[in-house]
């Protein structure tokens, strides 16, 4: 007879609870990106208890402040204009929501004109804004810590780039401080209006851009590869308009739609080629008939593309990830910094899966104690059973932890039936720093916690893209099963749970009471219709006493 004791936390740090600190509330942040091409806004929640932020809404405009003036080289009165006026929509829309502050800062276009301090103090005057000039280097640094708040990066290599209608970013960074940040005056708008004035492009135009691309980028790329340890293996995040519309175009190419959020797609190196190649050959009106193309990116998408192809071949990555955050969010968690929400900015990226799906939680008002007692005991099942009749290791670890937390957020919507508006809330959730896939699977996870088990005629398990996908689901639903009927009554009256394997296809579930006189019926006579499913698929006897 073999005794195991599953200690609480085994490999997975539980986040800490917040417990009530009245000066830490909830807070409205706007922060406003001033580029070259569009002026774009984010209107933030902020949680200081977790820490973490919740977007409840965006503003967007393609203003074209980096369409300098022939006569003055600098920001055309037009474009001035345009900017002020979009401003006053973003201000407009940041009062409705009572945002406490607005941070606004200007890159390159305003940076690089000889008028930039002009149209800034219009801004100050005409809008009662004050814009924040920062630098190319600075303007990367935001932009790895909006990529930090919503994607993991597992310690691992990763170059981020960024293009701008002005710059190009080009950052390196493991999700600890970054090792390596640059900014570079290529962008889709300045190459545009410098380098192409057919339609479509002419061979000899896309050549010289190409090679024009090349040259500016080849110093970065070369200083970045510096900063890479021998062995390591590079991988590539893209942010930005252009990159999006290049993503969103492969997706329904390859798809038939486009996956929202686009947060975690993947592009080959190959669908960009094959996507540039037609781009090139087609006409304006021809662009713009595509689907996901705006008036706007019509006009620069050839020139952003050739940035992306061209460093993408330099690094020698052959595929590229979306991340959705950028600046702007960069500036959010900045902010946060400054204001002593959060201690470590590294504190902040290690946690970003705990920390939105402790968001969630919260946003569905789901009893985080309740959670956390469930989550403890399927993960204490899941240790005890590794390697005796399962073979799954810590990334599903981490899936099942999620679920578990999340399992009971339908009764936001419903008592009734809340097992599948808990698959609904979660699947179209913020769970920042998971792919899309993963998320399909804490849902389903979460789905099955209850009633029905997993069927092929049910929509959301035919979602799971592999039979990889759908067994994960069964064995963890089954463990979260378990754990759940032994908190039957919510109120904690399970202390602990030793597990001991008496033979290989019989495992014993010694229970310990939190109060030493209560039998705990309940939970016995809901584990012995909840362990069914469990004993089912692993071909084990739970046999349940007390202890």
Not at 32 to 51: A, E, F, W
Not at 73 to 78: A, Q, T, Y
Not at 363 to 375: E, H, N, S, T, W
Not at 520 to 532: G, R, Y
């Amino acid at each position: 007879m073999v005794e195991t004791i599953v200690p609480p936390t085994p490999d997975i740090a539980y986040p800490a609870r917040f417990e009530g600190d009245p000066l830490r509330h909830e807070r409205i942040l706007a922060a406003i990106d001033v580029g070259t091409n569009s002026i774009h806004m984010v209107v933030v929640k902020i949680q200081p208890q977790l820490p973490a932020f919740t977007i409840i809404d965006r503003e967007k405009e393609t203003v074209r402040l980096g369409n300098f003036s022939g006569e003055t080289g600098g920001l055309s009165e037009d474009a001035m204009d345009r900017g002020i006026r979009a401003l006053k929509r973003c201000r407009a829309i940041a009062n409705g929501f009572n945002a406490e502050e607005i941070v606004a800062v200007a890159t390159s276009a305003v940076r690089e004109a000889e008028n930039g301090s002009v149209f800034i103090q219009r801004v100050e005057q005409e809008v009662g804004l004050s814009i924040n000039l920062i630098s190319g280097t600075e303007e990367a640094r935001r932009i790895y810590l909006g990529v930090l708040s919503g994607m993991s990066l597992h310690g691992r290599p990763h170059a981020i780039i960024d293009i701008g209608g002005g710059s190009t970013e080009l950052i390196l960074g493991t999700g600890e401080p970054h090792r390596f940040l640059s900014s570079t005056k290529v962008g889709a708008v300045r190459l545009t209006a410098r380098f192409v004035t057919t339609d479509p492009i002419s061979d000899e135009e896309y050549t010289y851009l190409r090679a024009y691309v090349r040259g500016r980028m080849e110093p970065a790329v070369g200083d970045l590869k510096q900063h890479l340890g021998e062995n390591e293996r590079l991988r590539l995040v893209g942010t930005s308009g252009t990159i999006e519309c290049l993503a969103a175009l492969t997706a329904q190419d390859r798809l038939g739609l486009v996956p929202d959020p686009l947060n975690g797609f993947q592009v080959s190196l190959g669908e960009l080629r094959d996507w540039i190649n037609r781009l090139r050959q087609l006409t304006y009106a021809e662009r713009l008939a595509l689907p996901e193309m705006s008036a706007r990116r019509a006009e620069i998408i050839v020139a952003g593309a050739v940035i992306l192809q061209e460093t993408m071949e330099m690094l020698g990555t052959e595929t590229i990830t979306i991340c959705e955050r950028a600046l702007r969010e960069g500036v959010v968690v900045d902010w946060m910094l400054t204001h002593g929400l959060i201690e470590d900015r590294m504190q902040f990226q290690s946690s970003v899966r705990e920390r939105y799906v402790l968001n969630t939680a919260q946003k569905y008002q789901v009893p985080l104690d309740r959670g956390d007692r469930i989550a403890r005991f399927a993960i204490d099942l899941f240790n005890a059973t590794q390697g005796q009749v399962h073979e799954w290791g810590n990334p599903e670890r981490e899936l099942l932890w999620a679920a578990a937390i999340l399992h009971n957020c339908g009764h936001f919507i419903s008592h009734s039936s809340h097992h599948k508006h808990s698959y609904y809330l979660i699947r179209h959730g913020e769970l920042l720093g998971y792919t899309e896939t993963e998320i399909e699977v804490i849902a389903n996870i979460a789905r099955y916690h209850r009633k029905s088990l997993p069927k092929k005629k049910h929509e959301n398990y035919k979602n799971l893209p592999t039979k990889y996908h759908r067994q994960l689901v069964a064995h963890l639903s089954a463990m979260l099963r378990v754990a759940v009927a032994l908190d039957r009554r919510g109120i904690g009256a399970i202390a602990a749970v030793t597990y001991t394997f008496l033979d290989p296809q019989t495992l014993q579930l010694t229970l310990t009471p939190q109060l030493p006189d209560d039998d705990c019926a309940s939970e016995l006579w809901n584990l012995e219709d909840k362990k069914t499913w469990f004993e089912d698929l692993f071909g084990v006897t739970l046999q349940v006493q007390l202890g």
